[in-house]
């Protein structure tokens, strides 16, 4: 591995335990998180996209289809190291007793955000002052 690849990939050591964190919470019953594994480049796995000049993650999809999908408690706020992401999908999905909490806007890059799931929203009717 060259000293670049190296050094990116260690750079991106926090992106990749807050996918690992993400994962403890789903129930994967059709493996569409298989490659996702304590051991490897999170860049490599199913259904993350990162940037070839930076070696952020930018794109995380997990579309559910069926049969295959996820459900379980999918806590987008163990995410907030991806602070690269621009793209969330993860429709199609059942994950009951999961919210998006205002702290999705941490996410100052996020372009496209799509959770046909079944997730509680706490966006609107939370209040700041």
Known sequence: ISPWR???????EPERHALLT?????IDPS???STWRDDDDCCKWEGVACSNQTGHVLRLHLPGSDPHYLFGEANISTLIDLQELEHLDLSYNTFMGSYISERIGLFTKLTYLISQSLIRSDVCTSSSV
């Not at 190296?6 to 991106?12: C, F, L, N, T």
């Not at 993400?22 to 789903?26: P, V």
């Open 6 to 12: 190296s050094e990116v990939v260690r750079q991106r």
């Open 22 to 26: 993400f994962k403890q919470g789903i």
């Open 31 to 33: 493996d569409m998180l």
